[in-house]
Each structure stands twice: as structure tokens, then as C-alpha cells.
């Protein structure tokens, strides 16, 4: 047979969503490039799609349902068929709902796939039923709360825009790490003439690309763009007429920021006094000053007001009035697409009574100590056992002989040792969707381009295939991905004039109708008021060690995975160094006693566990840094790093803090 070519989305959890080419031949996947045609790919993918196609075909991919035959955790199963599956899950869901409710069934699920038929429209299954309602927390709910208290559409500067800035900070991303398509544009901007600062808690890819690294301690952002913008007022380099006519409330943010000198910003942050001011001047005289942020900053206690102290610079220095200038967190508010009957949307406001609620980062305390229990849980798109905080007690949890649990993979993942059934789920390449991005501005359509492998079947396929058992007569539960594509087209907002489901299918991406050029937040903000809010000012609150646990522990992304997803791709963990090490400063690694290569046990006030120690004076002293969400088995001790971990929660959002956690070393050689 001869290999054909086609083109495709990547459906992962990155704001870059890759145009992508594919080779076929048959029903196997042989090779994965980036699509020239794409203004954001530009001909490239990264290390870690370029895998894709062992991925696809690995012996860990399930291809059959699958029953537990062993005890609950030790990942023996039985094959079994879809119609027995099926059944039998519908009869334990059908006596579960009878003695407890709805509420009692849990759906637990995030962005494996951000597909909107596959991520989010299975949703209208749980919602049909009344099952308890699961809020996403665990990655961009503070940002998300941040930029809307803030600025009311979550959008900004468009990256194709990024070119035209004079001063870029990528503050709290590991932009080469994470959003690899943003490269090009930074080359750019610096070849023009911009100079590029990078904000973080130690030196990674991201702070080497940079001109200049400026190490901060972590959750202390606010007080850095406190002292960034009193330097601005007293030079007077504020834009008082945007302030005046786009802004509200800020006297009192003029105010608090008085508070932070520039000695006050150093004790707090470790920035140096005078590189405090030196940034906030050169800010405001750049004028076109772009801040590329994420969720980085966000994952603390205090992380929702320190990204609006962030994001509220380009408001002061009037920047995004600046071609290039203003602020990215994410573009998704930008596709303004009828969600109405997405993922059945549309039967919350049907009900009664708003549903429980029960929020994802606390899984471990849902699945433990939540009355009335969950009696049934169903994960689809995405890895508990592993990604979620508090890992002693979601795993606790999980072994619950009274818990029911339904797990839909694509892999053999840990979550999967814990499933009473495992269903076999089809990949991108096996169902079609629909695709927005976070990254840049523009729509994706995937037609399905293999068969499904073995008996896999898509996520919407296996909740129709129940609610047909249940006796659901909710009609959007039914849905094909065209029509739920057409559901989602079909709205007036101008960005989305024209784009139909025909064009995306001939053309694969199409931008949104933004104007080139167009500068948000020069005209109109999406607040209630219609201006940027500067009130409430932001509060600093910040990321404490304390005498017990001394250091704070950063779990930030791994180069060669994405999230849990590509942990066992054996290439990948190779390039990523086989096994999960600790960077440890030197002045800490003398304090504690631990030694470069030496094994040491990492311990926090919820569990502990063991790593092999870099000593590197990457990380500001007080902070270490595991890099990555590693599958548990490279791990010396076969546990992962949500061990560690704790369940609090943002200031805004209610959402995960991943990387606020105290901990304290043990040498163990
Ligand atoms: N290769 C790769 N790419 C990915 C992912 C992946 O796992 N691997 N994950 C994807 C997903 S789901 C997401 S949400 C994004 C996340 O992408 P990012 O937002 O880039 O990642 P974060 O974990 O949020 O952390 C970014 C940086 O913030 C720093 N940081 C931590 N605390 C602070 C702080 O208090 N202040 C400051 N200034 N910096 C701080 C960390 O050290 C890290 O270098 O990436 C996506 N892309
Ligand atoms: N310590 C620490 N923990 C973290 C983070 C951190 O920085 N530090 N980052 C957090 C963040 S930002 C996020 S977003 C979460 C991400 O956590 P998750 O959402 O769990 O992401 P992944 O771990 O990549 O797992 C996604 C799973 O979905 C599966 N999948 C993909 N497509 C489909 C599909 O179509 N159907 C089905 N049924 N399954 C599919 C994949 O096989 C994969 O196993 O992790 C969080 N956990
Ligand atoms: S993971 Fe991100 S950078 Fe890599 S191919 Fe997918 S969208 Fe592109
Ligand atoms: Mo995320």
C-alpha cells in the first residue's frame, strides 16, 4: 500500500495547535511534521509529537475493554466485549442511581484531548443524568478569574503581532518549554530591535533564550509589578489620558503601589533594588512592551491578584496602544462560538437546583471524606492518579472497594491500575473534531484519517452507547461531531462571519475574522464597566516556607512530555534523562547535607518521596525544581510528585497551587 499524506490538528493541552502532516499507510501512522501552511507551526512540531506515531502504536495502548479480575489496584484485567461492557456498566450505574442519586456519579476529565466533541461534549451525558458537576481547577481557573476581574474578554495581544513589541517579558513561562511556537516571533521581535527578560524562579531554556534572566522568588510577582509600576508614577511615564479614559479605580492602585520602594520589592521578591526600577522604567519607555504570562505565577496561594498586578502594567504604560504591546495569557475567549449545547450546557439551567460541585484539584478529599460518597467516578482525558494533587489520598480513594470506576484511555496509565473497566478510546487521528486553541487565533477542523485501532471508540460514542441503555432521551447526547461543528458555528459574532463547517473542512484551519493589526483594549474592555479594572488593587499575598519544611518546591513542565501524556514513550524519557531529578542550589544543598547524583528523600506535610539530586545554581536559593509530571515507575522510588503536593486552593478561581509547596530534604546517601 502506498503512504498517503493528510492533514491534521494536534489535539494536546498546548496553546500552540499545531497544524500538523501526517504520513499513513494503512492503518498505521508513520511520520509526523509540521505543516508550513500554518502561520503559527511554520513547518515545525515539537520533540515531543514527533513521537506521536510510537505513541500510537504502543503496546501500552489498550485496543479491547477491558474487566478487573484482580484486586482493585493491581491493574489485572480480563478482555472483554463492548456489549458486555457496556451492559454491565449500565446495570451498576442504573442500581447506583437508584439507592443513591445521581449526584452520586462523578465524571472526572481535562484536556487530553481539546477536541470539543471528545473534551467536552461527553459532558451531556453526566448533565442529562444530574450527575455531580466537576469544576476544572486544575490549570487555568485562577488565570482565568485574573484576566477576566481584569479585562472581561479573555484575550490580548495577537502573537502574530509579537514582532512589532521593544521590550518582552515572559514572565512565569517557560515559553521554550511549553509554547515552542512563540519562538519565532520572539527571534523576530529581538532581530528588530527588542530585548527580551525573562521572570522566573530559576534558570531553565526559556531564561537562556532571554537577554537578560531575572530570578525572583516564587509566588511574589505582585510586589515585583508593585515596585515595577511606583517607579513608573514617580517618573511620571504613566499614560494618564488611557488611564483616564480605559481604566477604573486607579488612585488606589496609585496608592498601594507607593507602598512597594524599591528596598522593600528586594527584601520580598530577591530581585535586586535597582533592577526593580531599571524594569519598570524600561517598560513604560519601550512604550510597545509586550508581557508574554501563563499559568506559572497563577499556581500559589496568591496567584489570581498577582497576575492582575501583572497584567494591570500595560494598562499604566498605556502599551496596548503600541503595536506589539499589551498582554497574552490565553486567545480562547477569542472564538466566540454558540457553546450553548456544548456538552449539554443547555440542561444546567433546566435544573432545579444547581447540581454538587466538586472541585477536580481536591479529587483526593472527594473520593475520601465527601458525603454523601461518589459511588461511581468515570475519568476520560486525563490521569489522576498521577496530575492531581494529594496523590496519598487519590489513590486511597481509588482503591475504595465501594467506588465503581470507569476509566477511558488511550494508554495504560496509572489511573488505569485502579479501573473496574477500562475502555480502549480512539486517538485524533481516529474521530473528527473540532479544535480552538489557547495559543493564537485560529479554528481547526480534524476528519477522522485511520480506523480505529483494535476496538477503540471515541468518548461521545461510549456515553451515547449508555444513555441508550439508561433510557436518556436527550437528543444533543446523540450528536456527531458535525453537528455538534455546526451547533458551535452557528452564531453571530463577527469573528466568526463566514466560517463554516464546509470551509474548515476544505481548508483545515481558518483564522478568526481578527482584523491584522487590531489592538484589543484601546477601545472598549470586557469588564461590566467597560473599562480595565484597576480595583480592587491587587493583594500580595505571598508563598511562605515555614521552620518545619524551608524550601518551596516547583513542579513545572517537562521539555519532552506533555502533562502525564508521552510518560512512556521510552524515547522521550530517555531524552528527558530517565528519571526525574531534584535541582538543588548549592547553599542548600550544604544546608541540608545532600550531595550532586546522591538519592535524597523530598518531604512535605502530605507524604514524601525519593529523587536523585542535581546541584545546580539554577534555582534562587530557598527553591528546588522537579520538572515534570513523570509517570510513577522512572521515579527511584516508583511514587510520583504529587506525593507532595497539597489541595490548597488560588485567591481567585479556587484553583490547583502546584507550585507553592513547602517541603524539606533528607539525605539519604
Ligand atoms: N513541553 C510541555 N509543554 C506544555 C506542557 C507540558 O507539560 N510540557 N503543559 C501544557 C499545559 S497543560 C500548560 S497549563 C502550559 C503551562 O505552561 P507554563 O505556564 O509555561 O508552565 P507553568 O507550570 O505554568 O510554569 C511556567 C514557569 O513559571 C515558573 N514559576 C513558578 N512559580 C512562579 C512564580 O511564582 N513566579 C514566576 N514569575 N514564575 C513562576 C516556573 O518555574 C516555570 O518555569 O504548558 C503546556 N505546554
Ligand atoms: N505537580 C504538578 N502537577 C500538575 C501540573 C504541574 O505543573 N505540576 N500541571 C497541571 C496541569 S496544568 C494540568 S492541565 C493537568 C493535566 O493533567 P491531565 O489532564 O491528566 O493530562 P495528562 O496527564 O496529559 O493526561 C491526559 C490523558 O488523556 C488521555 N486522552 C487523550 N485524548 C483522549 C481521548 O480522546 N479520550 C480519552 N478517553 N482519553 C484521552 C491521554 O491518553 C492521557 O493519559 O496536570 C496538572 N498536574
Ligand atoms: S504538543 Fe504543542 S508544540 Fe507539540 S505539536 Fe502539539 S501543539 Fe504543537
Ligand atoms: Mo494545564
Redesign the pocket.
Known sequence: MQPRQARATC?L?CPDACSLLVTLEGNRLLEVKGDPAHPITRGFACVKTYRYPERQHHPLRPLYPLRRVGRKGEGRFERVGWTEALDEIAERLRQILAESGPEAVLPYH????MGLM?YEHPLAFFRALGASELETT??ATAGRAAWEATYGHRFGTDPEEVPKARFILLWGINSLHTHTHLTPFLKEARHNGARIVHIDPYENLTSRFADEHIKIRPGTDAALAYGMARAIIQAGLHDRDYIARMTTGFEAFAQAALAWTPERVEAVTGVPAATVERLGLEFAQARASFIRTS?GLT?HPGGGSALRAVILLPALTGAWQYPGGGALLSTSGAFALNRKFLGGQHLLARRPAPPRRVNMTQLGTALTALKPPIRALFV?????A????RSDLVQKGLLREDLFTVV????L?ETTRYADFVLP????LE?PDLYTAYGHYYLSWNEALLPPQGEAR??TWVFAELGRRLGLEEPTLYWDAETLARSLLDTDHPWLEGITLERLKAEGFVRLNIPRGYQPFTEQAGTPSGKIAFDPPPQVILTEPTAEFPLILL???AKHF????YGHIERLVRAEGGEPFLLVHPEDAQAFGVKDGALVRIRSPHGAVVRRVRVTEAPIPGTVVLEG?WWEAPAPDGKG??WL?GEHLTDLGAG?T??SNPVRLEPLD
Not at 476520560?380 to 489522576?384: G, K, L, M
Not at 506533555?562 to 501524556?565: A, F, G, V
Open positions: 489535539p493541552d481535562y484536556a487530553g484531548t471528545q486544575i490549570c499559568y499556581r476520560f482525558n486525563s490521569n489522576p498521577v496530575i492531581a494533587p477511558l484511555e488511550q494508554a496509565t478510546a480512539t486517538t485524533f474521530h471515541p468518548n513542579t513545572p513542565p506533555l502533562n502525564s501524556t509530571t510528585i504529587n503536593t490547583s502546584f507550585h
